[in-house]
T-cell receptor
Framework: DAKTTQPPSMDCAEGRAANLPCNHS???????VYWYRQIHSQGPQYIIH???NNETNEMASLIITEDRKSSTLILPHATLRDTAVYYC???????????FGQGTTLQVKP | NAGVMQNPRHLVRRRGQEARLRCSPM?????VYWYRQLPEEGLKFMVY????????ESGMPKERFSAEFPKEGPSILRIQQVVRGDSAAYFC???????????FGSGTQLSVL
């Protein structure tokens, strides 16, 4: 599964959009880009995933570049409860396991 | 539809004792994963099991740790002769068929005195 690179930390003002980048230049054609988040001490929470096309659900939007080497998770109106560590993971299912990196610590400030 | 259930939520053991952590996957899920998170560190994969089979145990320490997922009942992560370095949060996750998104439980916080 692809190695991903994320900035270690980011700040966002409450009510504004949070844009979290992820580089996955080694991603293979059958690997999906998954995003999870972990709010302090809780179990990781699935956010969204995609393969080629942009995706949107009730939590977030995922923008994947045409060459699939990078993506951006967008939280359209960040709240204080969105403060968490966000993980971008390349996953094909072939190995059967998600490998978590260090993620991005997003701090939403009032 | 209940989520992934882990118990106990908190477990305190003295050095040398055994720790048993339980995980009941979501209904209909036959794939279970265990992860460990040491204080101030990231999530580390430990083991991936399907009913009655260990699929991948590449993240499990070679000694003292074992996992099972029997035909009936929850998955069990067992740590024998615990040491202080085993103190961590242990998370379980499940998926229906092993190739799609994982659903995580709330974790068991193990403290070794």
């Amino acid at each position: 599964d692809a190695k991903t690179t994320q900035p270690p930390s980011m700040d966002c003002a409450e009510g504004r959009a949070a844009n979290l980048p992820c580089n996955h230049s080694t991603i293979s054609g059958n690997e999906y880009v998954y995003w999870y988040r972990q709010i302090h001490s809780q179990g990781p929470q699935y956010i969204i995933h995609g393969l080629k096309n942009n995706e949107t659900n009730e939590m977030a939007s995922l923008i994947i570049t045409e060459d699939r080497k990078s993506s951006t998770l967008i939280l359209p109106h960040a709240t204080l409860r969105d403060t968490a560590v966000y993980y971008c993971i390349g996953f094909s299912g072939n190995t059967g396991k998600l490998i978590f990196g260090q993620g991005t610590t997003l701090q939403v400030k009032p | 539809n209940a989520g992934v259930m882990q118990n106990p939520r908190h477990l305190v053991r003295r050095r040398g004792q055994e720790a048993r952590l339980r995980c009941s996957p979501m209904k209909g899920h036959s794939h279970v994963y265990w992860y460990r998170q040491l204080p101030e560190e990231g999530l580390k994969f430990m083991v991936y099991l399907q009913k009655e089979n260990i699929i991948d145990e590449s993240g499990m320490p070679k000694e003292r740790f074992s996992a099972e997922f029997p035909k009936e009942g929850p998955s069990i992560l067992r740590i024998q002769q615990v040491v202080r370095g085993d103190s961590a949060a242990y998370f379980c996750a499940s998926s229906p068929q092993g190739r799609e998104k994982l659903f995580f439980g709330s974790g068991t916080q193990l403290s070794v005195l």
